[in-house]
């Protein structure tokens, strides 16, 4: 079965930090590409961070400098530590895979308070 599940959204405040996490099915983590993105309420949903089967990470103008994304392939899955909070990175997380035409994870809240 396919699956992607992430974990360690929250509320926090301004200039905290927090680490999603999310775990995939083998077939759709070795070997593709993985990334986060976030959409707000309102907005379109928009890159985050991406990282290669091969450890290389990309970054979203808006998080480069506070986010680091990672994976651990022993484990199939790929995490987000996120730094230095802010209010506008208020929004629900979604963990991807480019496996085949793409899946999605359902989703993990993040909230920034000032």
């Known amino acids: 079965q396919v699956q992607l599940v992430e974990s360690g959204g929250g509320l926090v405040q301004a200039g905290g930090s927090l680490r999603l996490s999310c775990a995939a099915s083998g077939r759709i983590f070795r070997f593709n590409t993985m990334g986060w993105y976030r959409q707000a309420p309102g907005k379109q949903r928009e890159l985050v961070a991406d990282?290669?089967?091969?450890?290389?990470?990309n970054y979203g103008d808006s998080v480069k400098g506070r986010f680091t994304i990672s994976r651990d392939n022993s484990k199939n899955t790929v995490y987000l530590q996120m730094n230095s909070l802010r209010p506008e990175d208020t929004a629900i997380y979604y963990c991807?895979?480019?496996?085949?035409?793409?899946?999605w994870g359902q989703g993990t809240q993040v909230t920034v308070v000032s």
């Open positions: 991807h895979s480019n496996y085949d035409n793409g899946y």
């Open positions: 990282i290669t089967s091969f450890g290389s990470a």
